[in-house]
């Protein structure tokens, strides 16, 4: 029997009583439990379900498994650092894996991004770099400098300052009061576009920051919170322009300028990261996701050393807290032995390269689909794609839930988000594997009611 067997033995219970303890996060549990979908393992580009059914990973899990599941030389680390080291306190001891994981970091971050907070996730993350905006402006003195700026259909995890400064409604109105937040427009084209990667027109839709600037004054204004593209509402590529016009407005009114890369960073866009992608460097940069393969749990704020330095003389005596801030779980020793070598395989894999020179064919292939049944709008950039499904009467969420689930059937996963479905294929994917998912695509729009 080998390792994948063993899992598989004896067959998981489904029966409604066995999975009812088990409350699942952004899930229709209802639904779920009576279709249960469970997986039972994953290797390469795969996964098995508990009836021994594979799925092609449509998705790279939840974009973070660019490398293929189960890569020997990431279990074999995680092996080893569990049998050495399984856990250090995160607070005021430290152990070597997680500074030589940041200066590997910032190696691949923009010039002056260079001081890396880590954290245990991508919600994590956003709000980590909310409030060390914010602490950073008190520091400086200016204590009024509070509210954010995100953007509409924007997604930062799922805390309280994530989802004051995300964009979709859904995941905040049932949650009351947040931190104040105002939002620029999103920037996603009319349903019917179908703009191949960057859209041309749409730059002058950053300048409804100075809007928002002349309505709340710079004086109170802490940062601006943007993904380099939106992942989570369907792959909103940022136009020509306007993210170097949102430098600009931020550098200009002395407002900090936030990039949330959990999807972006290490890999997605074919670069290191979106920052290096479209060419603009923001303040702070976030990521999570990618940078273990997704095989642990970990996220980083990286930060300007300015801002690091602003905290670092404020500190008062050096024994005392900079930054009251921090995780049980930050750079956990197994998260960064994992971190570590799936740079290392990003690397080996040619990783970035092979996003490049996949990306040319996945867009010919993802615009294929215009003209299909029900294909409202495809957007892309590098190894992904969002594409809109034109509503059921009443009901914008219902088709794409009805092709995700038929995609199952046909051994394909993908993500269904809102009206859309979400596409983000491994790096390591052949071109065949990418043509077979979007063939099955279409044809699962073609026989959607
Ligand atoms: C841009 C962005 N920020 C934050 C998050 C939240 O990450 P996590 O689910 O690890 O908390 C996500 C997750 O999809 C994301 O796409």
Known sequence: ???????????????????????????????????????????????TMSD?????????????????HARPEIVEAIAKQAASLDYSPAFQFGHPLSF???????????????????TGSGSESADTSLKMARAY????????????????????????????????????????QGVEADHLPHTQPPAGSFFRGMPLQGAE?????????????????????VEPFSGSAGVIVPPVGYLQRLREICTAHGILLIFDEVITGFGRTGHWTGAEAFGVTPDI????????????????????QEIHDTFMAAGGPEYMLEFPHGYTYSAHPIACASALVTLDLMEQDNALQRVRELAPSFERSVHGL????????????????????????????????????????????????????????PFTSSVREIDSLLDALAQTFHETA
């Open 370 to 425: 215009r003209g299909v049944r029900h294909v409202a709008d495809i957007r892309n950039y590098g190894l992904a794609a969002g594409i809109s499904v034109e509503s059921a009467p009443g009901e914008p969420a219902k088709r794409p839930y009805e092709i995700a689930m038929s995609m199952v059937r046909k051994g394909f996963y993908v993500r269904y988000g809102g009206d859309t479905i979400q596409l983000a294929p």
């Open 137 to 176: 402006w008190r520091l400086k003195g200016q204590p009024a400098k509070t509210r954010f700026i995100g953007r509409s259909k924007g997604y930062h995890g799922v805390n309280f300052g994530g989802i004051s400064v995300g964009g979709i409604a859904a995941n905040r109105k049932l949650y009351g």
């Open 285 to 304: 940069l976030n990521v999570a996701k990618q940078i273990t393969n997704g095989v642990q749990p970990l996220g980083a704020v990286i930060a300007k």
């Open 52 to 68: 021994g059914k594979r799925l092609f990973d449509g998705l790279s899990g939840l974009w973070c498994t660019g490398l293929g």
């Open 1 to 47: 029997m080998n390792a994948t067997d063993a899992w598989l033995q004896p067959p998981p219970q489904t029966d409604a009583g066995h999975l009812a303890a088990h409350w699942m996060p952004f899930s229709g549990n209802r639904e779920f439990k009576a279709n249960p979908r469970l997986i039972t393992a994953a290797s390469g580009h795969y996964f």
């Open 205 to 225: 839709l950053a300048d409804d920051l100075i809007t928002l600037i002349q309505l709340h004054d710079a004086s109170t204004i802490a940062a601006v919170i």
């Open 100 to 118: 030589e994981l940041a200066n590997r970091i910032v190696e691949r971050m923009p010039a002056g991004l260079n001081r890396v907070f880590f």
